[in-house]
């Protein structure tokens, strides 16, 4: 069985990149693929819950994240050391790993994908 990381790191807001991301771990969830998901960068104001983005930035792609248990998604990585690991506003499923778990974590999986 294939493995796949997807490691978001781009803005939801200022290009396509995170919501292709995301629609990449989908399609591979509905064909039984086993995908985790880690954000970084730019990406972590995805995980912002207070989040109230205009028609100009597209898609409320922060309304995705409740729906990814139903793709069996529930490895959702966040770096410890970030900025959110430690904010109290931000999206309940994301486990925070520890700095050598997170540089570790990109060798545990057969494909990696970056956006």
């Known amino acids: 069985m294939n493995n796949t990381l ?32 880690c954000v970084s960068d730019a990406a972590l104001s995805l995980l912002y819950t207070d989040q109230n983005p205009d028609k ?27 900025e959110l690991a ?3 506003s931000i999206w309940s499923g994301t486990k925070a790993l520890n700095t050598q778990d997170w540089h570790a974590l990109f060798s545990q999986y057969q494909h990696v994908f970056r956006f």
């Open 86 to 88: 430690s904010v109290t």
């Open 6 to 37: 997807i490691h978001l790191s781009s803005s939801p807001y200022s290009s396509l990149a995170c919501k292709e991301g995301l629609d990449l771990a989908l399609v591979l969830a509905t064909f039984e693929q086993t995908v985790d998901i």
């Open 56 to 82: 100009i930035h597209g898609k409320h792609l922060y309304k995705l994240l409740d729906g990814l248990e139903f793709y069996d998604i529930e490895n959702i990585y966040i770096e410890q050391a970030s």
